[in-house]
């Protein structure tokens, strides 16, 4: 089995992932930016149950949102795979969703590094679909390769119930009920979360990055993730 922990400069050699690519902060930054929303992704088995805002966001230094800001949520449950929902605004339905190819615990040792970079790489060449309108996607977390995945045509039961409860939450990060009122924790462990904004940039057609809004002001960002398609 491959190391976990792998550095986000790995095969990232991609020329539209480069073009996007944002200088990393300084290793002072990163200890400063590490207390913001990633910090509460690893910090999940110390979470409370139930759909609520975690109260460490501290005293933002600057407004947390942008009107032009684009929500990502990160879910799962423990011990299952992880998910990606891109929306718009949290109050409509998404316009991209996919199961990613690695557990969510991974992906929580993933962060211990405090800087994330999650790629989707669509091989496919016609282009006649706008970029997030693809389905099958190779991904990449900090430049190690973790397998295949097609974006959700409808969501699941899962996923629905997800999107209803935060339809009024900004950005946050916790533990929310199961989809089974009788059951707290199923099999697969607490459904947990991950939700921020995230300021879109476009390179072109072929290539769109998304960049975490740290809540705290750190410069910087955290969690990247970059879409880009074969030309």
Known sequence: MPTVHSSPYLQMDNPAIMSLLRPTPGEKHRKSSSGGLLRMFKLFPML??????VA?????????LKDSATTGTIFGYR???VCLAIQDDPHCVPMFVIELPMLTSLLQKEMASDIVRIALESETKTHKKKLLEEFV???????RKVGYSIRRK??????LHVMQLLRGVSMGAGVLP???????????GELTYMRAR???VVGSKDSEALYMINPDGAPGPELSIFFVRAR
């Open 48 to 53: 409370t149950s139930g759909c609520k805002m």
């Open 56 to 64: 460490l966001l501290g005293r933002p230094k600057k407004p947390l």
């Open 79 to 81: 011990k299952g795979r």
């Open 137 to 143: 996607w190779a991904v990449y977390c900090n430049g």
């Open 154 to 159: 409808q969501l699941s039961d899962d996923e």
């Open 178 to 188: 199961s989809p089974n009122e009788k059951e707290t924790v199923t099999s697969d």
């Open 198 to 200: 995230f300021e879109k």
